[in-house]
């Protein structure tokens, strides 16, 4: 019998496994008080294979899943749905997997993509979407989380888009990008608060990147051109679709969110990685933009799951750029010596001055796995240079921490910290709400999910209408 990839794979193994049920329930079992100002949904998306892996798999390659936690009046719910694209359709009616995944691209022919939707979910103009940066957005129900369908604005929106656009708090409009290997590699978008399509530019950039993520301020857009490249060479080298090309370098691109292409100024520094910007704004000269940035990304090679070392050569630490606007320059301030993923921010202050920023981290005794765990979480005040963490223990990876203030005019850091966790001695997950003044502390309250979420990336709290 041939060897089955999730026995063999880590990443389909523990709380990487998928989690195949569907379902409701309600009235989960609160250790406690929910706080009765903290009302509306928390949206999470992640990876969650179907089916076994026809191939090789990578992390990235699983079905999107979303899992909604609803909480009204001091009681929570919650609700997991497949995102259901044409291609589980196919598989579905199949019975089986036949997509590859990332690690399983031949180099003689065209990359077949299934849109697995499944690295974030953002609510937008009435509209959610869950994303993934090779693809469409899919429209899902909110409520049900039914599957709409395929969403390109009104037919205006032609390719990928990233899985990671910005909401403006000020103006409700929705910036995004889309990347491709093949020209055009770069285009950048921008909807108006009711969701239209009204701005398109294609970028130049010197390469095709994989370009996760990018930043905004109130005035510009914030490209960052990492050495990860497309490269067919490279699938027929080591089996990745991504080359890391250190000797390039980093460029990051500044936009004015007024102009175009012929007005992006590009600033170069040290050759890095960076999935996920903490946030951006403009002080005085400066543009400062904080980032979780990796020294370099390895992480396409094939080996890389099964390697022992991986983690330590393929972490993030929290970095602060300072882009001078008049002379060109780049400052590089390491923030932080301890690694940590999936910054966030104030959603309040998207490319405004924030002081606080919260992460998920290595927690001091360590994440009891060489895998994309993170057991500790978080907080930054970036005006005093300190930080508060709050650990889980090894083997009780938790996912991205989420700020929601306790009202729409609450202070920076008044309000509440999220987070979705795994709790291993009784394999299911909790979701903590976390009083953001006093993160190491008591949690407010401990949400019990049912059963385990699949460790996954990213989330977003939609408030009650
Ligand atoms: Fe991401």
Not at 57 to 80: E, K, L, P, Q, V
Not at 359 to 388: C, F, I
Not at 412 to 425: K, S, T
Request: glycine share 10%.
């Amino acid at each position: 019998m041939s060897e089955r990839e999730s026995d063999v794979n880590p990443l389909l193994q523990g709380n990487f496994a998928p989690w195949r049920m569907e379902g409701t329930a309600d009235d989960l079992e609160v250790i406690g008080e929910i706080p009765r100002d903290l009302n509306g949904t928390f949206y999470r998306n992640g990876p969650n294979p179907a089916y076994e892996p026809a191939g090789r798999y990578h992390w990235f390659d699983g079905d999107g899943m979303i899992h909604a936690i609803s909480i009204r009046d001091g009681r929570a719910s919650y609700r997991n749905r497949y995102v259901m694209n044409d291609g589980l359709k196919e598989e579905r009616a199949a019975g089986k997997a036949i997509y590859p995944g990332l690690l399983g691209m031949k180099p003689s022919e065209m990359p077949a993509f299934k849109t697995t939707s499944n690295t974030n979910i953002v609510y937008h103009a009435g509209k959610l979407l869950a994303l993934v940066e090779s693809s469409l957005p899919t429209a899902m129900q909110p409520c049900t989380l039914e599957t709409i369908g395929p969403y390109d604005f009104g037919g205006k929106l032609m390719g990928a888009m990233t899985a990671h656009p910005k909401l403006d708090p000020e103006t409700g409009e929705m910036l995004f990008f889309g990347y491709a290997p093949f020209p055009p590699y770069l285009q950048y978008y921008a909807a108006d608060q009711s969701g239209a399509l009204v701005r398109h530019e294609v970028i130049d950039v010197e390469w095709p990147s994989m370009m996760h993520d990018f930043a905004v301020t109130k005035d510009y857009v914030v490209f960052i051109l990492c050495p990860v490249v497309f490269s067919f060479e490279e699938i027929a080298r080591s089996g990745s679709i991504f080359a890391w090309k250190p000797e390039l370098g980093t460029r990051i691109g500044v936009m004015p969110r007024t102009g175009g292409n012929a007005d992006v100024r590009w600033f170069s520094t040290d050759s890095c990685y960076v999935f996920h910007p903490m946030n951006a704004y403009v002080e005085d000269d400066e543009l400062v933009l904080d980032v979780a940035r990796y020294d370099q990304l390895l992480f396409m090679n094939p080996k890389a799951a099964r390697d022992p070392g991986w983690r330590d050569k393929n972490v993030a630490r929290l970095h602060r750029w300072r882009l001078n606007l008049k002379d060109g320059g780049v400052k590089s301030v390491p923030l932080d010596d301890r690694d940590g993923e999936f910054p966030r921010v104030d959603e309040r202050l998207v490319g405004r001055k924030h002081r606080f920023g919260y992460m998920a981290a290595t927690g001091t005794e360590g994440n009891g796995s060489a895998l994309p765990v993170w057991s500790a979480v978080h907080k930054y005040d970036l005006q005093r240079g300190t930080s508060e963490a709050r650990q889980y223990g090894p083997g009780n990876g938790c996912g991205e921490p989420l700020f929601v203030p306790r009202r729409p005019d609450a202070a920076e850091d008044d309000g509440y910290v999220l987070v979705l966790h795994y709790d291993q001695a009784r394999n299911a997950s909790e979701f903590d709400v976390l009083d953001a003044r006093n993160i190491a502390g008591e949690a407010l309250a401990r949400i019990r999910i049912p059963h385990r979420i699949p460790y996954g990336f990213h989330g977003n709290w939609v408030d009650a209408a």
